[in-house]
């Protein structure tokens, strides 16, 4: 280039540049673009941690200050992945402490996390301040304390949804004195059974901490607790409260009552651990502001929800359970007409029948009397293609939609038809859909459906569905934003996945687990796809000591220029070139 | 298409086959208790083998509609349950979970809901299950089941796998079928091991910490295995392989 701006502009120029699309697009201008953008790239987001090796990321972005990670598959939600499939954080951390010193942000989710790597984390990075750990697993709070007693500019501690195991001690009281930093503490996933120490730590903690605006609690709490809290906390805009139930005295009441009104700023609530709806009241006087609800650990019953609902007239999310029931939903599409997010949870998910009258007609209200409703989950036992066409008709703009009916192929229950046509209708009216789960019965109509028409669908969940590999045919070739792709208990088998191999390397991944793929398709497309990592999870022993025909147990496929990873447990196997070679 | 049925038309000749023979192991592993001098009742213990998603004939006879994969699976149940009503009724019993019609069996993962969203007015009671020289945990809850038989018949269809693997291998059915007996074990509070089914069931469930299935000929050293295993028919576990 015979003109160029001088480094420094071009620098000052990309620093404004934050999102991470727009920054590979800036890299891939030229040479010259290439090497500033990636030493002053800060933030980098990985998807799949096993795509690419910590090695790899130091090597080109030298000077990162937060790094995300996911690991595990999101059907590890589920208890689909064995325990040790891997997603260990160790080796990163490990890396990055030598690397990046000045790291200050680190976002996990679904890793192994051990406490040594917390102790690590504590240790390595002077200015650490952001710690995010979302359904995490593998550490204690011994792990805990390392964070708390080192980490003194610590803003952000966030466990959301972690298993973490209870060692006791008192770690919160690990936080020195002088630690006055935290904006976010999110304790919420910790145990039921706390000393009275750990609860004084908690309120110290919170009293010399005026930047906190994000506090959930966890189920150890009690109730008389939280006034304490929030008389000194009013600043916050963000809470998760403890256990919900005491006894029923009228000083409780009122002083928790006057607590929360003196939290002008809250706009989202959450926790109500066995809520006992008498106490309910005493957050109404907030309830205006509110602009997130979580009830989805509460069980509150259909009439003190609705109570409860229609004092939050600015609502835009609402988790809750099906408590609600369809009465209750009517009522929350007449108040709350801000609403954007909806998520109902069954209260019984094991029960054969029905134990509330939670029907299509619930979510057909809403989506009548919520006009910018966008984001949907929905689990329900009975739902009919009329519903969907309806839904569809008058929410064009929704882009998240997940309805689980929960007993596997369940027809339309008026016509006993399959849903194909319901389904089909939404991904054709709903045009910016990006991410689709599938209940019901479904044939292999409903994927033509979504082939011809999901064009910016990013993630679909699939399961019991289908007739055929023509199914997987029309998802894979038709879906062009396709990202991730999971699969269960469908009968799609070696054609379609063999068929449309490269796609699989413009996607982040795929997982199929019950499904029809023979271990000799797998080590097909282990062997033509370099750049893919096809890993076959089998515990029944390994895939060669049965018919190279038989199914798979699980397959989980992903791009990767890491190649084939290292940590692997017994009955994972990755199909590589190697492998093939060795078992010809 | 019709190569697609022919593919699909030959996993089902290899499932047929495989049901086949697990009829087979069944029939003589049946003949080895009755030749058996110990009281236990072998056939309240006997492994059921299971397709993925084995609960699923209740489904099809719910809604009346078969589709291609699942009318594989039900065919090949169907047919094994009506085979065993005529060799051995109790046969049948072991594939339901006993007592409670209120909830079914459970296939794995599904309805697909994070383990702390459950019914939150109980607690979950998770604990870990290790067999041994199997190379995996499993999981399980124990507020799950209201019996020490619905929670063994449980353990048997996860860790079934053991069984499934020798039938498909091309190896002498006809052999000597050797099973080896797991002997479920459990760690309470205290630390301390313990056989399963000792305690009533809902002391059990307050204080196991983790669950064990110990091979018997280590198992001998947790005392009273005589007595208590032996003839308790609730609390044993065949698991056969080579």
Known sequence: MAYSFPVEVLEHIFSFIDSDNDR???????????????????????????????????????????????????????????????????????????????????????????????????????????????????????????????????????LRESDVEDLGGNWLSCFPESCTSLVSLNISCLGSDWSLQSLSALERLVGRSPNLRRLRLNRAVPLDKLANLLRRAPQLVELGTGTFSSELRPDVFSNLSGAFSGCKELKALSGFWDAVPSHLPAVYTICSGLTSLNLSDANIQSSDLVKLISECQNLQRLWVFDYIEDSGLEALAESCKNLQELRVFPSDPYAMEPNVTLTEQGLVAVSEGCPKLESVLYFCRQFTNNALFTIAKNRPNLTRFRLCIIEPRTPDYITLEPLDAGFGAIVQNCKELRRLSLSGLLTDRVFEHIGTHAKKLEMLSIAFAGDSDLGLYH?????????????????????????????????????????????????????????????????????????????????????????????????????????????? | TLAQLSHVCSYKETEELRQRKSQANGKILRMSSESDNSSMNFDETALTLGLPGKSRPSVGEKSGVKRGFSKMVDLNLHQKQSNDQENDGSQVEVAEPANSPASKAQIAGWPPVRTFRKNTVKSCKYVKVAVDGAPYLRKVDLDLYTSYQQLLISLESMFSCFTIRNCMNDGNLMDLVKGTEYVPTYEDKDGDWMLVGDVPWKMFVESCKRIRLMKRSEALGLGNIQNSCYNSKDTSIVIKHK
């Open chain 1, 24 to 158: 590979n697009a800036v890299s891939l201008v030229c040479k010259s673009w290439y090497e500033i953008e990636r030493w002053c790239r800060r933030k980098i987001f990985i998807g799949n941690c096993y795509a690419v090796t910590p090695r790899i990321m130091i090597r080109r972005f030298p000077e990162l200050r937060s790094v995300s990670l996911k690991g595990k598959p999101h059907f590890a939600d589920f208890n689909l992945v064995p325990e040790g499939w891997g997603g260990y954080v160790d080796p990163w951390v490990l890396a990055m402490g030598r690397a990046y010193p000045f790291l200050e942000e680190l976002r996990l989710k679904r890793m192994v996390v051990s406490d040594e790597a917390l102790e690590m984390v504590s240790k390595s990075f002077k200015n650490f301040k952001v710690l995010v750990l979302s359904s995490c697993e593998g550490f204690t709070t011994d792990g805990l304390a390392s964070i708390a007693a080192n980490c003194r500019n610590l803003r952000e501690l966030d």
């Open chain 1, 475 to 584: 998802v894979l070739s038709g879906c062009k934003s396709l990202r991730k792709l999971e699969i269960r208990d469908c009968p799609f088998g070696d054609k379609a996945l063999l068929a449309n191999a490269a796609k699989l390397e413009t996607m982040r991944s795929l997982w199929m687990s019950s499904c029809l793929v023979s271990f000799e398709a797998c080590k097909l497309l282990g062997q033509k796809m370099p750049r893919l990592n096809v890993e076959v999870i089998d515990e029944r022993g390994p895939p060669d000591s049965r018919p190279e025909s038989y199914p798979v147990e699980k397959l989980y496929i992903y791009r990767s220029v890491a190649g084939p990873r290292l940590d692997m447990p017994a009955f994972v196997w990755t199909m590589d070139e190697e492998l093939a070679l060795r078992l010809s």
